[in-house]
């Protein structure tokens, strides 16, 4: 879509993909958090599943171990906002841009992969935003799939129902960034999950820049 007298190309935004038929994309929001990050990623390695972490910018540095070891074990990043604080979208535009921009700038620095794309906290989606996003070139990835993980325990009965649910194309939302008395069960239903999802002949797929610049229409 082309904005009438502007050089400006909004985008579409992301929540699946119609042409994957088998292929379904994890993806693992709120990390590096040094005391979760580590254990959803041994069990993504037991099981040989690729996956994309939207991470929050100022906890890279800190955390550039974690970040190296998820890069190295195939994985993708993808931009979750300098601070993750919903105080921003109140901003204005260039303010929203230094918010995405300032992430991918920390990427170049510390010499790890460009983002996939942008996903915002709690998934907000504003005018300025879309703005800002689309004069940085950043996809804009949501979901179609979620389970509130965050906040409650994901159990092996929703992630069955989700599924039989599923189609090929997928994006579904979890969060690697848990709480200490929970990660042990998401793990454990994590793992389950992708026994179900591959029993329904599904396979796992990281998100790429190149795809989603692709579906943004970039
Ligand atoms: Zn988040």
Redesign the pocket.
Known sequence: MKKSGSHTQLQTLIRSFDHFENQIFLTF??GPNDHSTSRVLDVLKSRSVPATF?L?GQDVRPQLKLVQRLVSEGHQLGN?SWD?LYANYFSSETRLREWVGRVNQEFRDLQLPESVGF?P??GVVTPPLVKALASLREPLILWNERFFD?VFQWGRARADRSARRLSGGSIVLL?D?QKAERIEAFCETLDHYITSLRARGFEFAALTREICLTESGF
């Open positions: 929001d709120d939207f929050v979750h993750h996903r906290p709690a965050a969060h960034g």
